[in-house]
């Protein structure tokens, strides 16, 4: 079992916007985040922490602007706390160990799929394709991922 936390050295090499999102609670604009588009196999990790969050398995065309899931890989790694913010109440998702501000979650997701939308910021998220999982320590998740 990999041990995760909020990497001192992770976060020095943090972009201007990775940093705002990850630890000032910020916002990508919609439409422009790296991994928006992206439909290769693999998973999506904590940027800070390297935690797994969710599976290209899981991830679908919203059409809210940022990548969005349908379930996280290990739903400890997420936690969910209410968002009071802009005169909206939302449910805020960050990751467990690396205390990363990631997105949020919504009821309004696929039904058949469970009914929930992750709405996860890029500049969270590192993807790691399917062929670098074993390689990079995350082998145990390949059951998760679907070759595409």
């Known amino acids: 079992m990999s041990q995760y936390f ?3 050295d992770a976060i020095a090499k943090l972009s201007d916007e990775e940093f705002h999102v990850t630890q000032n609670a910020g916002t990508e604009r919609p439409g422009t985040g790296k991994l928006l588009q992206n439909k290769e196999p693999g998973i999506y990790v904590d940027i800070v922490s390297g935690e797994p969050l969710f599976a290209s398995s899981d991830k679908y065309e919203s059409g809210c602007g940022w990548p969005s899931f349908t379930k996280p890989i290990e739903p400890e790694h997420l936690q969910e706390l209410r968002d009071t913010t802009h005169g909206m109440i939302r449910t805020e998702v960050r990751s467990t160990h690396g205390d990363s501000h990631l997105g949020h979650v919504f009821p309004d997701g696929p039904q058949d799929r469970g009914g929930l939308r992750y709405c996860i910021n890029s500049a969270s ?3 790691i394709h399917l062929n670098d999982m ?3 320590g995350y ?3 390949l059951n998760q991922v679907e070759d595409r």
Do not use: N, S
Request: net charge negative; aromatic share 16%.
């Open 6 to 8: 909020k990497d001192p």
């Open 139 to 141: 082998g145990a998740y």
């Open 134 to 136: 074993e390689v990079e």
């Open 125 to 127: 998220l590192r993807f």
